[in-house]
């Protein structure tokens, strides 16, 4: 056999998703057409973003959203599998993933409109049962329900889940080695062409700039970051971050700079990393070690950060390889 026919050549696909992008890098042999491949994962990403955004009036979602409390509704299996991972989250979260807080990201400003005075003290003064009680998911016929008034918002786990879409597509095509990721989640299948892990950067709790804080090396892998110095809003002067405390229906108020949590799907890092957000680095390290996770906590304390780290993946890295 030639050594034409045995060399890989490097892939790095991309294309717009849920307002932002997706990306895949991932190795095939010399004269491999990516372009179907392309497409697949284009097409596995706008499935998602179809059925999963709050930002389309016709999505899937949305249309759960406007049915009334006491209707079933018929959503599709992706939608259905999203649903019934942010319940179960939520249930061993304590409620601090609530996927039920679409009213509250709203008036706050983090959706179509500005923040609006009237609609936060709706959402603050609300009376709220957790999503995990008020959404029926029927185990038979799939149908899915309200019993009590729900806005549902899946922004802290579907771009998680359409990075898995990418892993799942890629597979399907025959590649197993490859990283994909969408906006900062990424998941990690198989190797590198050299036998080692992929490497991933923990970005740095830091606004004014990206740089790398931690790297890690990933193999069968997905992490992801909840963080409160990428996404904000500024609100009589005062800059909050979007991710949601349930039980004030408002932003989190003091939270960890960043958390990290490496899991099998992205769509489960991605949910925890918010859940372990709200809980903070005291509860937020305690909830983690029960649930048997890999996460890495990063506090400001001055001009210093401070790391708690969670799970087999952190703790036996006690100098884990930094970049300064």
């Given at each position: 056999?030639?050594?034409?026919s045995?060399?890989?050549?490097?892939?790095?696909?991309?294309?717009?998703?849920?307002?932002?992008?997706?990306?895949?890098?991932?190795?095939?042999?010399?004269?491999?057409?990516?372009?179907?491949?392309?497409?697949a994962?284009?097409?596995?990403?706008?499935?998602?973003?179809?059925?999963?955004?709050?930002?389309?009036?016709?999505?899937?979602?949305?249309?759960?959203?406007?049915?009334?409390?006491?209707?079933?509704?018929?959503?599709?299996?992706?939608?259905?599998?999203?649903?019934?991972?942010?319940?179960?989250?939520?249930?061993?979260?304590?409620?601090?993933?609530?996927?039920?807080?679409?009213?509250?990201?709203?008036?706050?400003?983090?959706?179509?409109?500005?923040?609006?005075?009237?609609?936060?003290?709706?959402?603050?003064?609300?009376?709220?049962?957790?999503?995990?009680?008020?959404?029926?998911?029927?185990?038979t016929?799939?149908?899915?329900?309200?019993?009590?008034?729900?806005?549902?918002?899946?922004?802290?786990?579907?771009?998680?889940?359409?990075?898995?879409?990418l892993?799942?597509t890629?597979?399907?095509?025959?590649?197993?080695?490859?990283?994909?990721?969408?906006?900062?989640?990424?998941?990690?299948?198989?190797?590198?062409?050299?036998?080692?892990?992929?490497?991933?950067?923990?970005?740095?709790?830091d606004?004014?700039r990206?740089?790398?804080?931690?790297?890690?090396?990933?193999?069968?892998?997905?992490?992801?970051?909840?963080?409160?110095?990428?996404?904000?809003?500024?609100?009589?002067?005062?800059?909050?971050?979007?991710?949601?405390?349930?039980?004030?229906?408002?932003?989190?108020?003091?939270?960890?700079?960043?958390?990290?949590?490496?899991?099998?799907?992205?769509?489960?890092?991605?949910?925890?990393?918010?859940?372990?957000?709200?809980?903070?680095?005291?509860?937020?390290?305690?909830?983690?070690?029960?649930?048997?996770?890999?996460?890495?906590?990063?506090d400001?304390?001055?001009?210093?950060?401070?790391?708690?780290?969670?799970g087999?993946?952190?703790?036996?890295?006690?100098?884990?390889?930094?970049?300064?």
């Open positions: 056999m030639s050594k034409m045995t060399e890989r050549v490097r892939f790095a696909l991309n294309g717009p998703t849920m307002g932002t992008r997706w990306s895949a890098l991932f190795f095939a042999p010399d004269g491999f057409d990516p372009a179907p491949v392309q497409a994962l284009q097409a596995a990403t706008g499935e998602v973003d179809a059925q999963m955004s709050t930002w389309n009036a016709g999505s899937d979602l949305m249309r759960l959203n406007a049915a009334p409390v006491g209707a079933r509704v018929t959503v599709p299996d992706r939608l259905s599998e999203v649903l019934r991972l942010g319940l179960e989250i939520g249930l061993a979260s304590g409620g601090a993933f609530d996927i039920g807080m679409g009213d509250a990201v709203t008036a706050w400003g983090f959706g179509l409109e500005a923040a609006a005075p009237e609609r936060i003290r709706s959402a603050m003064t609300a009376k709220r049962v957790p999503t995990h009680q008020a959404l029926d998911i029927d185990g016929t799939g149908l899915v329900g309200k019993t009590s008034p729900l806005a549902l918002d899946l922004n802290g786990i579907a771009k998680g889940y359409g990075v898995d879409r892993a799942e890629l597979t399907a095509h025959g590649i197993g080695d490859a990283l994909v990721g969408i906006d900062g989640e990424m998941r990690a299948l198989g190797l590198r062409t050299d036998g080692e892990a992929w490497t991933i950067a923990v970005e740095a709790p606004p004014a990206r740089a790398p804080h931690t790297i890690l090396a990933l193999q069968d892998a997905a992490v992801a970051t909840s963080g409160d110095y990428r996404h904000w809003v500024e609100v009589q002067g005062r800059r909050l971050s979007h991710t949601m405390d349930p039980g004030r229906g408002a932003p989190l108020i003091a939270s960890p700079a960043s958390v990290t949590v490496v899991a099998r799907t992205c769509a489960e890092a991605d949910a925890w990393a918010t859940a372990l957000m709200v809980k903070g680095s005291l509860e937020g390290a305690m909830l983690a070690r029960r649930c048997n996770l890999n996460a890495l906590f990063i400001r304390e001055g001009d210093h950060l401070r790391e708690t780290r969670v087999r993946l952190f703790e036996t890295r006690p100098d884990p390889e930094r970049v300064s």
